[in-house]
T-cell receptor, first 117, second 113 residues
Framework: GAVVSQHPSWVICKSGTSVKIECRSLDFQATTMFWYRQFPKQSLMLMATSNEGSKATYEQGVEKDKFLINHASLTLSTLTVTSAHPEDSSFYIC?????????????FGEGSRLTVL | GDSVTQMEGPVTLSEEAFLTINCTYTATGYPSLFWYVQYPGEGLQLLLKATKADDKGSNKGFEATYRKETTSFHLEKGSVQVSDSAVYFCALLSSGGYNKLIFGAGTRLAVHP
């Protein structure tokens, strides 16, 4: 199947700094990518939907100025956690939909674990 | 809004035991339903799906039937293996735009030899 890669797989940063997480579709073009957040022993919560070349659509309760999403090409979306704080520590997962694919053809990255000290 | 409810884990079974993981949903319209699996240290993978009532999705010995009357999509396997140990997520495709997947909380399965 299609491969989605995230980088970094884990990152530790100091409170107040910004962290960028990349999501790449390695062997397909993705017009739409999704960013999820997963708390320990909990489900994945959709944060935002990004479409190539346009602004991301954020879910209710997600701060768009805090979680900046850029989907500048058909193979790359980035999530930047700005001025990170300990409560932002979480597992962030991206997924991508193959351009033109049918319903539900989503492929997931391995996730990026963020720890804010 | 749309939601998915899964049985709480962890589920601990011996090898070759029968597995059922319950999943029920609430949704407007007629969503598509999915089971995803997350093996240790890996990303989520689609296990199986069903797009309409009475459809049965199956893969790797797992199967689930879309039951509209009970709004359920229970995952079953007749004989589990140690390699099936993972976290299983039930999900539905929201009837809203952008094909948003809504996930259940996940159920951890541990299979012992």
């Amino acid at each position: 199947g299609a491969v989605v890669s995230q980088h970094p797989s884990w990152v530790i940063c100091k409170s107040g700094t910004s962290v960028k997480i990349e999501c790449r579709s390695l062997d397909f073009q993705a017009t739409t990518m999704f960013w999820y957040r997963q708390f320990p022993k909990q489900s994945l919560m959709l944060m935002a939907t990004s479409n190539e070349g346009s602004k991301a659509t954020y879910e209710q309760g997600v701060e768009k100025d805090k979680f900046l999403i850029n989907h500048a090409s058909l193979t790359l979306s980035t999530l930047t956690v700005t001025s990170a704080h300990p409560e932002d520590s979480s597992f962030y997962i991206c997924s991508a939909r193959v351009a033109g694919a049918g319903t539900g053809e989503l492929f997931f990255g391995e996730g990026s674990r963020l720890t804010v000290l | 809004g749309d939601s998915v409810t899964q049985m709480e884990g962890p589920v601990t079974l011996s090898e070759e035991a029968f597995l059922t993981i319950n999943c029920t949903y609430t949704a407007t319209g007629y969503p598509s339903l999915f089971w995803y699996v997350q093996y240790p240290g890996e990303g989520l993978q689609l296990l199986l799906k069903a797009t309409k009532a009475d459809d049965k999705g199956s893969n790797k010995g797992f199967e689930a039937t879309y039951r509209k009357e009970t709004t359920s999509f229970h995952l079953e396997k007749g004989s589990v293996q140690v390699s099936d140990s993972a976290v299983y997520f039930c999900a539905l495709l929201s009837s809203g735009g952008y094909n948003k997947l809504i996930f259940g909380a996940g159920t951890r399965l541990a299979v012992h030899p």
